[in-house]
DNA sequence: CCCTTCCTCTAACTTTCGTTCTATTGCTCC
DNA sequence: GGAGCAATAGAACGAAAGTTAGAGGAAGGG
């Protein structure tokens, strides 16, 4: 019962210095190594492997665009990226892409026997920088709604019809009053809201974002 | 230059031992301990210290409250939850109410010494488990709309700007084009949607009504 | 090679949106 | 019997949105 890896790296040293380190470990087969992301487009979708490790900085296709491509073709393999990149913008791209395990080139090798383990688990090991992260995007999107003064009566009304996509004549027409009474009460919604426009209003209101 | 620590735990045994062995590391200054969450609200604002360890679990109130109430008191304090509760409720409401490290209580204490020390330093330990259930937050947040048919791939694009109710001039900007190609590409969208304005062709492409 | 589609752009509009200021009425709360 | 708020409204103005007409380049199919 063990683990098949497989590993996408270009350099040599760090390449064959997991290929060794791992291998001393029963728990885990590897079943090949790359050196490019072109070459385990081709290759890893004829093995399968359990779980690849993967390098981002690759010559010509990267690794987060090699995750895409492989994951079509073997979508039970899991994707440990291993890797010095640390900027935002590579994080997230590669969690997108389909990754479940984030680990910083500092990572010990002992750590990282551990952390393959617990990828093959079903945990998603990855340093406590990536975490942070990940916890920040979350606080983002999960803060509590901050005390917004509930709308009016009226202003719901309206918000209504705004939502609908309504002219304000129209929505001045459908609820008898002035088209500038109508522009009152969007402007307090909008206000309450902290929005500027009827689509950020929407989105708002009705939890889309 | 230690770590200065509060603990709260109700179980003596695990309160000690983690004590004990927190304090045979010189990196370390415990300055308190609690067994109950409503004297460790009273006493750790006094303290100030640089991690408290949490438990979920306490008699009377439990420990996500009481983050909630110290954080409060003493803004620069980190949390690190040390808790056998792994269900996705109380893992995000103790996220949520400002925790910012999550282990499980099967780690080793060598992995808590390490993950208190990447707390400090402003990442955010936590188990593999945990992780993944923040990972699958990620993913679902993160995950598009599914594109238009009938509408070109640039169409797509500038819609999906579109509905976020930026501006001409920020979709523009975004895509790097002129802000009358922006015009030409919505004029179409509304064409091919039978719609007048921005919010009927929101509505009409992501089925709202 | 022509035809079509898509993407890009300029230019000159009209219409609608959104802001700001002011003001009246009616209701409630203390 | 003010103080405060919700709803109503007019007026004037700048800022966006949306319309229309025309045109060129790139890509792909028949």
Redesign the interface.
């Given at each position: 019962m063990s683990i098949t890896l497989a590993i996408v790296e270009d350099l040599d040293e760090v390449r064959d210095g997991l290929k060794n380190f791992i291998s001393l470990s029963s728990d885990f087969n590897i079943l090949d190594t790359f050196k490019t992301a072109e070459e385990a487009v081709d290759e890893i979708p004829n093995l399968q492997p359990d779980i690849v490790i993967m390098d981002i900085s690759l010559p010509g296709m990267n690794g987060i665009e090699c995750i895409r491509r492989v994951k079509l073709k073997s979508p039970n393999t899991q994707f440990m990226m291993f890797t010095v990149y640390e900027n935002d913008e590579k994080v997230?791209e590669a969690?997108?892409a389909g990754a479940?395990?984030y680990l910083l080139k500092n990572t010990g090798l002992v750590q990282l026997i551990e952390?393959l383990k617990?990828?093959y688990?079903?945990?998603?090991?990855?340093?406590?920088?990536i975490?942070?992260k990940?916890?920040t995007?979350?606080?983002n999107?999960?803060?509590?709604t901050e005390p917004v003064e509930s709308l009016s009566q009226r202003e719901n009304e309206v918000l209504q019809l705004?939502?609908?996509?309504l002219l304000y004549k129209e929505i001045a027409d459908q609820l008898h009053i002035s088209i500038a009474t109508v522009r009152q009460h969007i402007h307090h919604i909008y206000e309450k809201l902290h929005?500027?426009?009827?689509?950020?209003a929407?989105?708002k209101a009705f939890g889309k974002n």
């Open positions: 997230f969690l997108k479940s395990g952390s617990e990828l688990n079903g945990g998603s090991p990855m340093s406590a920088n975490a942070r990940l916890l995007v979350f606080m999107t999960q803060k509590e705004l939502a609908k996509g929005v500027q426009n009827r689509t950020e929407i989105n």
